[in-house]
């Protein structure tokens, strides 16, 4: 018998499932309380209309099919943003600020091991049209009451501007390929060739200093705020721009949760401001990141400056395993050989918003009801004949028992 | 306080960074890999003693927060782990090797080579990048045996004195990198137990700073 999956593949089991569905429910319903509309995409794209904007290791990562009608070549949805950044250019009316979720799979190519598998099901937000930074605190609000409202607390939001770290490129005045080995440096946090790197510059001692301890730059406000006084205008601004985030959302009361991490570099290409993770602290893992993309629509048409994040819902799930159970209401064994009691029982129960499964393979009653309350049912329904007469004896999960008449159940 | 937990390779790379540590001041007790545990408890520590190549295992996954690797183990994997002190210790070189009369051949490589390793990620970019299409054999050992019986012309294999290539007849004819190991340090828990963290990164940079 052959069952098995391919290595880059999840099958998740019955709990899983029901974990997963509970916890896109709960996020997709505070999305909806920030207005948030939501949005099917298409899994299948083309991969020309996104090769010059995905992101190049998405690209490169990427499922590709070729059309068999039309020879094009098609690649499985490796991103959410740029797809929805696709949509936003196509729109005939573009009437703004759109704010816009959704839910789905990406798929990417990785060597699969552990964590690393080709497909992941990510749940998130775009915010188009705002170039101002209350857009940025407005989409780590909406991460951070997510969280809250899923019952996580324990979790951290690491944030950074990249116009930092393109500041220092235009100051140090780096092509891209030193660029490129610089952000190596940044990556990996090799502090040591940091200092061998900048040694190779003549500038301020300021200067040096605040690139070499980049990866040492992670804290609360009191690492970013002295800073701006040593540093050249160029990288002033985006020092200003995490302040002032900082301050809004400490207005909202949810400024607890964020740690300033200047070392950190975007994780996309399409980038060019405010980035942020969340991670799980007790678990270690990143379940979300965003962050600011300025230009990635108007490489398909237009110019609309917006920003968003996503949560990983197989780190999400994998945390939140166990928290949620699926009650379901009852379970009807109909010992008697005309079934249309057991049906009528279901319908009226059904109608009242109870769930309800019936019985319908032949075993032992007690065998029925065991399964029953194995597989999350909470009460179970017998429908017997005592002296001629129709009867239903109801059991629940912690052993109480009811007697009653049909015409009671049905009442 | 949570225990900080160092992946550490056994042989010479563990007692020289216990070393390290205890000569920053940061372990007072001595710790010896002279038994066969494989979780050494000392005062604020829990060392877990593995073999090289698993090293960034553990701190990738964040079973443990710190551990400490060669360049050899971490180019030739592709963790995502941070790197921010190299230790100076387990000096070694990445080179490419074979028999004295190979040197000719190797100079006028144009089209693909034969390369035998252990290192097969090291070894296909090395060539790739020159523009030469790699043909790799990937082995777990004994490598310098291959360009004797002719399984590959060129090796690329770690070299610390270069005793074992010479006992075989073989010489260096290239040097891909020098490797030194470094201090490596999950993501996740620099980012959350950033005191603890930095405060041990500090340290050792400071007392290597000053030796």
Known sequence: MKVDTPKG?????????????????????????????????????????????????????????????????????????????????????????????????????????????????????????????????????????????????????????????????????????????????????????LKKFVSKFILPEDLKEFIVSLPKLKGGIEIISNLKDKLPTGLKEPIDELVKIYSILKEYGLSDYLVFDLGEPKEFEYYTGIVFEVFSVKNKKVIGTGGRYDNLISKYNGDYPATGFAFDLYYLMDILIGKFHNKKDYYIIDTTDDKLTAYRIASNLRSKGFSVARDIVKRDVEKSMDIAFKKGFENVIIITVENNKKRVYIFSKNGEKKVLEIKDILG | MEKISFALPKGRLFGQTIDILRNAGILKETVSQDTRKLIIE??????????SKDVPVYVESGIADFGVAGDDVLDEGNYDVYRPVDLGIGYCRIVVAGKPESRELYENLSNSVKVATKYPKIAGNFFSKKGIKPIVYELYGSVELAPLVGLAPFIVDIVETGTTLKENGLVVIDTIKESTAKLIVNRVSYKTKSQDIFLLINTVESFLGGL
């Not at chain 1, 593949?9 to 996020?27: A, G, M, N, P």
Request: with cysteine; aromatic share 14%; glycine share 4%.
């Open chain 1, 9 to 193: 593949v999840r099958q998740l089991s019955f709990e899983e499932s029901y974990t997963l569905d509970t916890i896109q429910k709960i996020i997709e319903d505070n999305f909806k309380l920030w207005g948030y509309d939501k949005l099917y995409l298409p899994l299948i794209e083309y991969y020309h209309t996104h090769s010059k904007t995905l992101d190049k290791n998405l690209l490169k990562n990427s499922f590709r099919i070729v059309d068999r009608y039309e020879g094009e070549t098609l690649i499985l949805r490796p991103d959410f943003t740029t797809q929805i950044a696709r949509f936003v250019a196509s729109l005939k009316d573009k009437t703004f600020p759109l704010r816009v979720y959704y839910c789905g799979d990406i798929f990417r190519y990785t060597v699969p091991k552990a964590d690393n598998i080709y497909q992941r099901r990510q749940v998130g937000v775009e915010l188009i049209g705002v170039p101002q930074i209350e857009a940025d605190a407005e989409v780590i609000a909406v991460a951070v009451t997510s969280l809250k409202s899923l019952g996580i607390s324990d979790f951290q939001i690491d944030i950074n501007n990249v116009k930092i770290h393109y500041g220092i490129k235009e100051i140090l005045n780096l092509d891209d390929g030193t660029f490129a080995e610089f952000m190596g440096f940044i990556k990996n946090r090799e502090i040591y060739n």
């Open chain 2, 42 to 51: 000392s005062e604020n520590f829990r060392f877990f003693v593995v073999r």
